[in-house]
């Protein structure tokens, strides 16, 4: 019957992709066979294996199923990966029909609006995601944590299965690589997350990455609160997008590498903005260059003016120059020369 509505729809199969005689098949969360339509085992696995609760922590605590990777990613971005995978799970309830994403993390729903663009400084794996929700027609809707009662209870106990998920090689960060294979490195990656553990400021920020930002900051961290939703954690180090934020005490080693082909001030900028950052590193820049000798010397002047000369007139007194000079023994003198024979004519 199934082979004959088949051919009445004129639907043509692929064979490789049939399975013939079956007893029974699993399809979009279910199992169909002989008996009727029920539930697909694998789909209530988790609440057949769900703990049972011993204490209240045990009911209200939100362990999540995140690779070991993922544990590392910054909140924002563990908050975008939850809702791509809720995305994923249900591509084929989804794909093609209009629907709306509801979330308590307010910076997600301009960082991944329908309507807006991904930041420049947004940082790699944050913009892959967004090209993925681009096959998707969806709009955004913040809704208050206090509100946002409707998770289940399988999303706070699940399985104790670890997913087989890994880092993205391609979400390497370009600047942490470039320091790993220039020979003459002015700082390792090792070195550069050991200054940060020592960075008091760097350091707070780090962690306010990784387990989320406070309402109020001091005012020594508001440069880099400024940027929350663009930062990101990388082996230990703190990323404005694809640049690596520089601890202080290794800003005097990167000045240095950056200064010593003596490029001048914008150059140095322009190579900076590239790969590394730190809250004042323009001024730095101009500041080292301005005293350096050798790239006074060595830096574009302005283009000289070209003289305009007069062309020759044809007959005397067709064009006369006129001026004033002066004071001079305490007068002032009316000057007129004619161009053609050079005659002057001065009064006072």
Known sequence: MVLQRRANLGLRLKL??????????????????????????????????????????????????????????????REAL??????????????????????????????????????????????????????????????????????????????????????????????????????????????????????GQLATVRHSVLSGWQREVDSELRHYWNHRHELSVLGGCVLWGSRVIIPQKAWPMVLEELHEPHPGVSEMRSLARSYIWWPGLDADIEKIAKSCGTCQEHQRSPPKAPLHPWAQPERAWSRLHIDFAGPFLGRWFFILSDAYSKWLEVNH
């Open 82 to 199: 939850a809702l791509l995978f809720g995305v994923k799970k249900f591509h084929q309830y989804l794909s093609g029909r209009a629907f709306t994403i509801l979330t308590d993390h307010k910076p997600l729903v301009s960082l991944l609006g329908e309507n807006k663009g991904v930041p420049l400084m947004a940082s790699g794996r944050m913009q892959r995601w967004a090209i993925m929700l681009c096959g998707y027609q969806y709009k955004r809707r913040y809704r208050p944590g206090t509100t946002n009662a409707n998770a289940d209870a399988l999303s706070r106990l699940p399985l104790s299965v670890k997913p087989e998920v890994t880092e993205n090689p391609s979400e390497s960060v370009l600047s942490l690589h470039i320091l790993e294979i220039t020979p003459a490195r002015p700082i390792t990656t090792v070195q550069l997350r050991q200054f940060t553990d020592r960075d």
């Open 16 to 77: 490789a992709k049939c399975a013939f005689l079956q007893k029974e098949i699993s399809y979009l969360g279910h199992t169909i066979n002989s008996h009727g339509l029920a539930p697909d085992k694998k789909k209530v696995m988790a609440i057949q294996a769900a703990p049972e609760p011993k204490k209240c922590y045990g009911i209200t605590v939100l362990l999540g199923s995140l690779a070991e990777a993922e544990r590392r990613y910054a909140q924002i971005d």
